[in-house]
């Protein structure tokens, strides 16, 4: 079973960084992909960022690119979410996602928070202006 867990969450003010862990357990994560969601109250959930396991490979919200960064520590099991100058509008629930690899859809898919059937149960990030 896939365990996710989200730590580093916390209160910022606006224009500082966080950087976001994911430690993940439970499965061998070689043909993963992992995602990085946020959701703010009323709001839907909204994709920030993804990568592939395997090869590295990344997917970043055009309105977060430039801002946001997504990483793995192959050795620790980790995805990591940098965020760099910080907005109010930032202010959401960040939570990491995980879904085998499935070559019958195209990574498109990875944007969509329906793809994804694993997920931890979120970190609260709060940017003050």
């Known amino acids: 079973q896939v365990q996710l867990e989200e730590s580093g969450g916390g209160v910022v003010q606006a224009g500082g960084s966080l950087r976001l862990s994911c430690a993940a357990s439970g499965r061998t994560f070689s043909n993963y992909v992992m995602g990085w969601f946020r959701q703010a109250p009323g709001k839907e959930r909204e994709f920030v960022a993804a990568?592939?396991?395997?090869?590295?490979?990344?997917y970043t919200a055009n309105s977060m690119k430039g801002r946001f960064s997504i990483s793995i520590d192959y050795a620790k099991n980790t995805v990591y979410l940098q965020m760099n100058s910080l907005k109010p509008e930032d202010t959401a629930v960040y939570l990491c996602?995980?879904?085998?690899?499935?070559?019958?859809?195209?990574?498109?898919?990875?944007?969509?928070?329906?793809?994804?059937?694993?997920w931890g149960r979120g970190t609260q990030v709060t940017v003050s202006s």
């Open positions: 990568i592939r396991w395997s090869n590295g490979r990344t």
């Open positions: 996602a995980a879904e085998p690899v499935d070559t019958v859809f195209s990574d498109n898919y990875y944007y969509q928070s329906n793809y994804y059937g694993s």
